[in-house]
């Protein structure tokens, strides 16, 4: 079977053309980040959708268009799951900072998972954290409303709640051919329905339910859009 989650923003389905567009404009250097006192990208939305997944590729993207070089990066990944050990945590992001990246962008990288998570308390350190030159940092909640507003004041904010169902659809169908599997559209749209635009719903009920084919019938060639 091969791998079913997205490999590159190419592969990725967003929420609408407006994140779609954020992610062009960063990517592409239009939006100058990280400036102006942004340093961080904040991914929300419900579970599910990809935040932490993109998290990764958009770092190892973001990395290529800074430097050039395309060469396996490896941001810190910082769980905010335990909010007591996030002060230590930040000490030793500090401390990473202050030394010259071995990046060829001199950026270092860091991705803090799930910060709806984090005290208050906690999430003010964070926020200064982030006042720190020379980094990208990517958040994920799945609860904006959750979040210190000063913090979020330093964070381009992306919306990642579940897509247009047409979206997931064609991209189902596409993880279903690369696996010499069919399923009936009306069948991928009644798992869809069921999902809440989870993709961790959507992939192994697909899987399961669809039949393996080397040539699926000539009228479901077509992606319906």
Request: glycine share 4%; net charge neutral; aromatic share 8%.
């Amino acid at each position: 079977m091969t791998n079913t989650a997205p490999q590159s923003t190419a592969e990725m389905v967003f929420a609408n053309k407006t994140a779609e567009n954020q992610i062009d404009a960063l990517l592409s250097g239009r939006y100058p980040f990280p400036e102006s006192g942004k340093t961080a990208l904040c991914f929300y939305g419900t579970y599910g959708t990809g935040k932490t997944t993109y998290a990764h590729i958009f770092c190892r993207e973001f990395e290529l268009k800074k430097s050039g070089e395309e060469i396996e990066i490896s941001p810190k990944l910082v769980s905010c799951q335990k909010t007591e050990s996030i002060r230590e945590i930040l000490k030793t992001c500090t401390a990473q900072a202050k030394y010259v990246s071995c990046n060829a962008s001199s950026l270092h990288y860091f991705i803090f998972d799930e910060v709806d998570n984090l005290t208050d308390d906690a999430q003010r350190a964070l926020k200064a954290f982030l006042n720190t030159p020379n980094i990208v940092c990517v958040l994920t909640t799945n609860y904006l409303d959750k979040l210190d507003k000063g913090m979020l004041s330093r964070c381009v904010k992306v919306n990642f709640n579940a897509a247009d169902p047409k979206a997931i659809r064609a991209r189902t169908q596409q993880i279903l051919r690369d696996n010499g599997r069919y399923l009936d559209t009306d069948e991928i749209d009644e798992i869809i329905r069921n999902s809440d635009g989870s993709w961790r719903e959507i992939v192994p009920m697909a899987l399961m339910l669809a039949e393996p084919t080397t040539h699926p019938p000539s009228s479901t060639l077509r992606i319906v859009k």
